[in-house]
């Protein structure tokens, strides 16, 4: 991915070298974090292709071990050290990491993932005041700023499309910035020239009976032949069959984040999880029926179809309605 792609819509501060020896990323939006740590990652192995990349979650980063990941190496070797919801990390291992800050280790490069809010807001603060670079990357709440990622994904990969191409495909697919990245991305491969409203309203809108979400939403929903009828009749109608396996792919992607969440009222999930309170209600009724053992058996079929839709198969079509097919099976895996 290129590196202005990485990097589109986080916020950096002026001293911005991916390889300073602290990188800060402070928000709530997955994206913008893990992009955060693939422009540090991408520019350390440029640098050196042998980098050593330690990627660790909060309760991995333990008292002791952040001085055993950046002593000095026999071969001194290029790190990379990333430690993610640093604002989780128990006082101890904070003590470590503040000390570090004073006197980081050449070659290594620590990236802190840290939520942004008043739980280990110390740490926060004595990371900026070492000097460290930071990359802001928030939660994108307002539809304007889902607008304005959406305009930059074009931008980064050097493409263009009307406003209104835009708005139709925020209003199409919604607030989870990770679908709207790959709609862009899909768009500016498979459409030459400007991309306007009417390129956006015939991959994800179309008839409402033939989109490809009708077809996600049957299947996830256990209704095979329902789901079939609509995926025939989508590809009859002209809908692109990578359109139907991303529909697919966030269909069961939705049962899986709902299903592995804390219970709540649906507008706090929706805060947590990146959807819409209306859209929590609709696949929490889906996800009756199904076990976190179907939610594996989908992801799998999806991305089989996925591979037969761009090129890894004969027949698209068959590709499509095997994973219609498991995916439905593995909705009803417990009701069998």
């Known amino acids: 991915m290129a590196r202005g792609m990485l990097g589109a819509m986080a916020k950096k501060t002026a001293h911005d070298d991916p390889l300073a020896p602290v990188t800060l990323a402070v928000g709530q939006e997955d994206l913008l974090l893990d992009r955060a740590v693939q422009e540090v990652v991408a520019a350390a192995r440029a640098a050196d292709a042998d980098t050593d990349v330690r990627d660790l979650t909060s309760d991995q980063l333990q008292p002791g071990t952040l001085a055993e990941?950046?002593?000095?190496s026999l071969f001194a070797e290029r790190k990379v050290v990333v430690v993610r919801n640093a604002q989780d990390l128990s006082a101890d291992t904070i003590k470590d990491v503040k000390s570090y800050l004073g006197a980081p280790a050449e070659e290594i490069t620590l990236v802190l993932l840290h939520a942004g809010g008043a739980k280990g807001k110390g740490l926060l603060d004595a990371a900026r005041k070492a000097g460290a670079r930071e990359v802001a990357c928030p939660k994108m709440t307002k539809p304007a700023d889902r607008l304005a990622f959406v305009r930059g994904e074009f931008r980064a990969l050097g493409r263009s499309a009307t406003s209104e191409a835009g708005q139709a495909l925020v209003d199409s697919i919604g607030s989870d910035l990770r679908e709207?990245?790959?709609a862009v991305s899909q768009l500016t491969a498979d459409v030459e020239g400007t991309i306007d409203e009417a390129v956006v309203g015939r991959y994800y809108t179309g008839r409402a009976e033939a989109s490809s979400f009708t077809v996600a939403d049957r299947a996830v929903e256990g209704r095979a032949a329902e789901a079939l009828e609509a995926l025939r009749w989508s590809l009859s109608t002209g809908v692109?069959?990578?359109m139907i396996t991303?529909?697919?792919?966030?269909?069961v992607r939705a049962i899986g984040k709902l299903s592995s969440a804390r219970g709540g009222r649906p507008a706090?999930?929706?805060r947590e999880l990146g959807m819409s309170p209306w859209k929590i209600d609709r696949v929490r009724q889906q996800m009756r029926g199904w076990t976190p053992d179907g939610v594996a058996v989908a992801l799998r079929a999806v991305a089989e179809a996925d591979a037969g839709v761009k090129g890894g198969g004969d027949d698209p079509e068959y590709a499509l309605e095997k994973a219609v097919v498991a995916i439905a099976g593995a909705a009803r895996s417990r009701r069998g």
């Open 69 to 72: 990941l950046t002593s000095p």
């Open 240 to 242: 692109a069959p990578v």
């Open 268 to 270: 706090d999930l929706a």
């Open 180 to 182: 709207l990245a790959s």
């Open 246 to 251: 991303s529909a697919l792919a966030q269909g």
